[in-house]
């Protein structure tokens, strides 16, 4: 297991407040401190000056969208090695395909959501990260 989760910081996006709500009680149970926001602007905001360990996002939201955070992240170069994992409803390949694209880690679906996978892939993505 990675480090003392107590010191792992999340920041998780998204512009539907329950979905934000589900993941924050999910991760924080989980252990993690977690901080939310509402859209990639507001996040890429704190990303600038907060340190995080991995970011969770939505694709579709308002003002900036997880794809243009992730490849705006992808373009920082502060940011480089931050874990993205993209949470979604967008299914199709396509989709898919533009989110790991855009510098994404990983792509887990709304529709399909088991939270033992989200905490799994955040850990193997902070652990890889560690090596």
Known sequence: MIGDKRTIQLLVVDDSMTS???LLEILEFAAFKVDT???GVEAYGMLM???YDLLVSDIEMPNMNGLELTSKV???V???SLPVILVTGLAKDEDKDRGI???ANAYILKKSF???VLIETINFLLQK???
């Open 20 to 22: 934000r709500t589900l």
């Open 37 to 39: 926001a509402e859209d």
């Open 49 to 51: 000056s907060k340190h």
């Open 74 to 76: 992808r373009e920082t």
């Open 78 to 80: 502060a940011l480089t």
């Open 101 to 103: 694209k855009a510098g």
């Open 114 to 116: 088991d939270q033992s």
């Open 129 to 131: 990260k560690e090596n």
